[in-house]
């Protein structure tokens, strides 16, 4: 299974250019509301990642996670509260000295500093890999489709899937389609990626091939990042800190190795037993 | 009353001559259904509320009145306004338009089958909305109804003969003109059936393969 060889640092150093901050959160979420209907999932949460820091959300299911990931890719809307991304209001924009809620053109351009690579991959089943990786650049970022090509050549083949320019996603494994999934999202450049259970819906082993690419990435990028997931190895090697959730607030947060082993809250142990279990 | 095999060659270049008009007739009166189609149901999602409204009351009154009144209105109603019409003109543009109510509902269930993920996914990566109707929607969900929009080809061929309402000398027409000329209609209106059946035959079969290319 492991045939893709599996790229070495410094490539993906040059080929994932993340754009140093000058802003001192990468990531700000401000008394942030969210509901559906009567079901209120966040209630005034508050919290920050800071530029190259690397987070982990965990916590049981239902408590928000997905739905906090959801919210700073704008791909669900906040009812209350603010988000920044990089210095910049990602909910609001300034019209005339007045705060009013940001309009599509707004949330365009502070969107561009985040990527996100979904649990259930999402690649477009239309078009071959190399497309997929390319579409976006070419559309969003200006690049002349040689340009673009080159690039995205360049990624997959860091992610291990130079052989695999033209397959349509289709023909792929769930872990090569995760790996495309990645390379598509950082093809962007975005200074924050957001990974929601990147290797659940993945067979058990395929996982391995997906993390080691994470891995790698985490290692020889500032990229920010903001990871759910079940994987506690992975978790302990690549993040700066945890966060623990339950319905929709912070339980606890601290770095993996304290939060792991000696976690101070009795929510926080149910879960982690929980998930031993469960592995 | 017997089959008359030298009458029925001599009518038969006339009628096919009109299967060519009915044929012609069907394929531009699609064009129009497939492209108005998509626009309705690409109005009928939009943004603006009033263009969702409007577009679906129209789209409801289209397909609530008779195919023939909406002839006979473009052909003998629109001249009294300025506007004078060709038969065939009025006819392709009639069958169209009456037609495009029933594929805009077809491109709206393609639209819809395809998944969430798809808008997630294009959303994550900021493709402007345009880009993503062209690139990501559309390539998926039209594939997925090309069965569905080749059986209203076909309801709109079969339907073709309405045309002979406005003059239009399409193959029920010319049969009429022979039967009226010679008092007999056996030779020609059978002929009319079975060269319908010539043409739409081998298409349903198409279709059927289509729909069986697509199933998953
Ligand atoms: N589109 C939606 N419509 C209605 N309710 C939703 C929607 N998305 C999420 N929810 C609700 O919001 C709450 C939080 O969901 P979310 O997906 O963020 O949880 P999660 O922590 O990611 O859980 P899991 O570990 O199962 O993925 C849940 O109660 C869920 O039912
Ligand atoms: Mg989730």
Redo the contacts between chains.
Sequence with gaps: MHADKVADTEKLAKAIRVEPSAAREMVRFDKVVKRFGDNVVLRELDFHVRPGERITLIGPSGSGKTTILRLLMTIEKADGGKIHVDGECLTHSNRGGREVPADEKHIRTVRKKIGMVFQQFNLFPNMKVLRNVAEAPVHCLGLSRGEAEARATELLELVGLGAKLDAYPSQLSGGQQQRVAIARALAMQPKVLCLDEVTSALDPELVAEVLDVLRNIAASTDITMLCVTHEMKFARDVSDRVLMFDQGQIVEEAAPDKLFTQPEHQRTRTFLRALLEEH | MIWDWDYTWDILPDLLRGLVVTVQATLVGSVVAMVLGLVFALLRRSRATPVRVVTGAVVEFIRSTPLLVQLYFLFFVLPSLGITLSGFLAGVIGLGVHYATYTSEVYRAGIEGV?R??W??A??????TS?VWR??IL??AIPRVLPALGNYVIAMFKETPLLSAITVLEMLAVAKGLGSQTFRYLEPLTLVGLLFLLVSLPASLTVRRLERRYAR
């Design positions: 998944p993920g798809q997630e996914a959303t994550a990566l900021n493709l402007p880009r690139s990501v390539p998926q």
